[in-house]
């Protein structure tokens, strides 16, 4: 049962599986299905490591910030909930991502909506709202692992779907789709920019830099300039003391410096290692497709749409990071019972997805406005579940993502109709 649990927790493996079943139902050569598949696994790996570099800096961004700044209240982390989550539910929990993985399946072979989800973390954090919010009105773990496998099955099928007219705009094809449960935000964003159509091409990609801000051209100059600031900043605002407790020997003023450049590098790890294993798994699919789910498509994560708009990513960035700050005030002046702390690597994942939505759609203009808007949701829309969400023990933290909340939110509110 270990194995089963701990095989579809790891993305890595499932793709790799997945391109190895695909190569063999082409009938390659054995070195071809082992270079296939061993690319996919590895190219993930190294997308994961980038992932991991970029979080890890971004989490001593958040306490920084948080100190320089005194912001107090609940951080919107999903892996800090997760965790929780686990410790109190872990079977049912295991058995929902297992059972939602294989609904996913039934439901792409047997209805027109064809994703194969194949973001094991976000599967893994939305098993856990499930299981939280359907054992918080004391139904059996079978029920709880039934009811919220079928959830989870079917939104994994049914979410990327309403992302896919946009999908196809930005890749210019209709062979991957996305695959991160904030997908009712990246459609909105899309939306929000066909407010902006008449500014289409005035896309993020094409803003004239002045000749002294020309290294804006190249994202990685330009991710590193940003990153540089804000650590900075939230440095010697937080002040010595605090700094000094997060670099451990490193000296305090070099901490934010070598921080900013280590999420600049795990970019751009992330990025070779998203165009080694989609390049991969898009040609390994086409005899998954062909054969089992007939045009079926992988859902992939969200740095998989980072290389065809990588500076409306930084506008996205700072876009839902400033709503995520501006949420936190409206949440203090109208007494909300909780206050949702903003995670910076929440507002880059997310709200730079869905910059480049808005950008595909509207321009700079709807990268900006279509991630501001998602960012003041990331923010407000947790308050809602998180008093459910505490009465499971589960506080301190909480999950933030769009499409989690306005299920969980539909969800609670049906069952309530029965207690």
Not at 129 to 137: A, E, G, N, T
Not at 178 to 187: C, E, K, R, S
Request: a neutral charge.
């Amino acid at each position: 049962m270990q194995f089963i649990i701990s095989l579809f927790s790891n993305p890595a493996i499932i793709l790799a599986l997945v391109a190895l079943v695909g190569l063999l139902a082409q009938r390659k050569a054995m070195t071809e299905v082992m270079t296939g598949t061993f690319k996919t696994l590895i190219g993930f790996l190294i997308f994961g490591i980038g992932a991991s570099t970029m979080t890890a800096a971004l989490k001593n961004f958040n306490v920084l910030f948080q100190a320089g700044f005194d912001l107090t209240g609940v951080v919107a982390s999903p892996e800090a909930a997760t965790a929780l989550a686990q410790s109190e539910y872990g079977f049912v929990v295991s058995c929902t991502l297992i059972l939602g993985f294989v609904m996913n399946l039934v439901f792409a072979r047997i209805t027109p909506m064809k994703n194969i989800f194949f973001t094991g973390g976000h599967s893994l954090f939305f098993a856990c709202v499930l299981s939280l919010i359907i054992k918080s009105y004391g139904y059996s773990n079978t029920v709880a692992i039934v009811l919220g496998g079928i959830i989870l099955g079917f939104c994994s099928a049914a979410l990327p779907q309403l992302c896919q007219p946009f999908m196809r705009k930005i890749t210019g094809s209709d062979a991957t789709a996305i695959g991160h449960f904030n997908m009712l935000g990246y459609a909105l964003s899309g939306s929000i920019g066909m407010l902006f159509s008449k500014h289409q091409e005035k896309s993020t990609e094409s803003i004239k830099f002045p000749a002294w801000l020309s290294f804006f051209r190249d994202f990685l100059m330009g991710m590193a300039v940003i990153m540089l600031i804000l650590f900075y900043v939230s440095t010697l605002k937080a002040g010595k003391d605090v700094a000094q407790e997060l670099a451990g020997t490193t000296h305090w003023l070099v901490f934010p410096l070598i921080q900013a450049f280590m999420f600049t590098a795990g970019m751009s790890i992330l990025m070779t290692g998203v165009r080694m294993f989609l390049a991969e798994i898009t040609a390994a699919f086409v005899s998954i497709s062909e054969k089992f789910i007939p045009n079926s498509r992988p859902a992939l994560d969200v740095p998989t749409v980072f290389p065809f708009a990588p500076t409306a990513v930084i506008v996205g960035f700072l876009s839902a990071y400033i709503a995520g700050l501006l949420a936190v005030f409206i949440m203090v002046f109208f007494d909300f019972p909780v206050v949702i702390i903003p995670a910076a690597h929440i507002a880059f994942f997310s709200g730079g997805t869905a910059a480049v939505f808005g950008n595909s759609t509207g321009g700079w203009r709807g990268a900006v406005a279509g991630s501001f808007v998602v960012g003041l949701l990331l923010a407000l829309l947790p308050t809602v579940l998180y008093p459910v969400f505490a009465g499971m023990n589960i506080e301190g933290s909480t999950f933030p993502n769009i499409d989690y909340n306005i299920t969980g939110m539909l969800l609670n509110k049906f069952l309530s109709f029965f207690h």
